[in-house]
């Protein structure tokens, strides 16, 4: 993961990198690597924040890698089903004085799956808006956002998640797509992870777990799988992230690309790239969540991070001997 990280960032001459390596199954926090670091032997006396833990003290909004939670909402709410449609012609919204845009693109009539796979902010902000506000607050909270985890380490951030009585309409629709909420990328992993576990909630902790422990159902067993199911397609022909691929592997996972804010607003010329996922679909074992700040040249996170991922998790997958499960893509 350290080196996988530090080769892009440097390759995109990024002000920063994290990248968190989740156990499934225990909660364990496998890898917490950062860009720029730094020798404990030699440290430098410039301080330019390498000295931080990032993936656990900074924060940033996210942007669509939180779609897969407001999906979760749309299928727990018995209102949707992945195969629903929804108009996002043509391609820009007005909500409450705001524009909502898909990058210039019109995807015209799409079901959630695509909502997912195109990565599509109409979709995803009209779905949300169709849906109790409290409700998705509520499930932000219980998949871990706006508060720490348990793993004790000093200094993680609680993230920012707004209180409900400011929840406009344009905060709805904005929070569908990852704006308006800052997570860490110890958060944002978690998160996955209960999306792959059956919806159950994992204690996180840095330390071996010598015994099992018990986990908190946060959504449906049906509801998270049909999610992974759906977060397939991001990785496949036609999804923003298909250069996450791990050969062998199913692969279920989301990009996101997310303007950073700055004290005169956002900052259209700087971003965080970002891909999360899963793997192998089929029996879950890690979670692999992929932070880039400030890339230059490339900025989507399905160019920028989603190629970590594959690194990472294909290494990782292989040293702890976990089993292929989708060979005959190999053979073919």
């Not at 940033?60 to 979760?72: L, N």
């Not at 998270?224 to 199913?250: C, D, I, N």
């Not at 956002?266 to 692999?288: C, D, E, M, Q, T």
């Amino acid at each position: 993961a350290f080196q996988a990280l530090k080769k892009q960032v440097r390759r995109y001459h990024a002000a920063s990198g994290s990248v968190v390596v989740l156990d499934v199954k225990t909660g364990e926090i496998l890898a917490d690597v950062n860009q720029p670091s730094y020798n404990p032997n030699d440290r430098p006396k410039m301080h330019d924040g390498r000295f931080r833990n990032r993936a656990l003290t900074d924060i940033f909004e996210p942007g669509s890698t939180m779609k897969p939670f407001t999906i979760a909402l749309a299928l727990a709410s018995g209102k949707y089903t992945p195969t629903t449609t929804v108009n996002t012609s043509p391609g820009r919204m007005e909500v409450g004085g705001y524009t909502i845009k898909d990058d210039g693109l019109d995807h015209g009539i799409i079901n959630l799956t695509q909502v997912l796979q195109k990565s599509s902010n109409i979709g995803a902000a009209k779905i949300m808006l169709s849906l109790s506000p409290h409700r998705y607050w509520e499930l932000l909270r219980e998949f871990g956002f706006g508060q720490r985890s348990a793993s004790a380490f000093p200094g993680e951030a609680y993230g920012t998640l707004l209180a409900r009585r400011t929840w406009y309409p344009s905060v709805v629709a904005a929070l569908a797509y990852g704006y308006g909420i800052a997570v860490s990328t110890l958060q944002l992993a978690h998160g996955y992870q209960i999306l792959a576990d059956h919806g159950v909630k994992m204690p996180l902790t840095f330390i071996e777990r010598d015994q099992p422990v018990s986990g908190t159902q946060v959504i449906s067993a049906k509801v998270s799988r049909e999610v992974l199911k759906m977060l397939e397609t991001v990785v496949q022909k036609g999804g923003t992230g298909w250069r996450a691929k791990v050969p062998g592997y199913r692969v279920a996972g989301k990009t996101g690309t997310a303007y950073i804010a700055g004290p005169k607003g956002y900052n259209k010329k700087r971003f965080i790239a970002s891909f999360v996922g899963v793997a192998p679909v089929s029996s879950p074992r890690l979670v692999v969540a992929v932070i880039i700040r400030d890339p230059k040249g490339q900025h989507f996170g399905g160019i920028v991070s989603a190629p970590v991922f594959s690194t990472i998790m294909s290494g990782a997958l292989r040293i702890l001997n976990v089993s292929p499960d989708d060979l005959a893509a190999v053979a073919s």
